[in-house]
């Protein structure tokens, strides 16, 4: 069984910098999670990161990205209609769940597994100066399987306008994803 790494040792904040260097090297080095680089890092800063917070008491997570108008993706998605593709914001959501799955102390890459369901409501458009997503873990698996399921919900300027329930995500060793080709 994976061991956790105790509250005390770990940060309960990230800002960008901390987050590429996740992204380059894992948050506690190779063999453990890598975020994405930028431009696929959909968030720019972690606010908040608690193992016993959100709505069931397992875990939150609070991010947020900054939205200009120069943002890579309004330039193609689409000409004439620049919006944030939705997929963007929800990866947001499954790269923060595996996030916190790392942060815990477990090992592995992560890989999304899927959500129950998803409803957007709004969208992104370079009108918007701030997206927030907020995680709430509802069961994070330490054992052989190492998996966490949250729910979560991405606010443009404090709207909410995505909502994704039981957002999953996995930690793999490289035998698994051999073995799995995941």
Known sequence: MSETTPTSERRHSYDKEALIECGMHGLRGPGTAQ??????????????????????????????????????????????????????GLDALWQLVGFFLTWGGSPGHGRALGAGQIKFSGQVQPSVSLVRYEIDIRRAMRGRLILGIADGVMFADDVPIYKASDLRVGLFSQDQLSATGL
């Open 35 to 88: 975020l994405p680089v930028p431009p696929m890092l959909m968030f720019d800063r972690i606010l908040s990161i608690t193992e016993d917070g959100g709505k069931h008491g397992k875990g939150q997570v609070i991010a947020e990205l900054d939205i200009t108008p120069d943002l890579w993706f309004f330039e193609c998605h689409f000409p004439g209609d620049p919006v944030m593709p939705g997929c963007l």
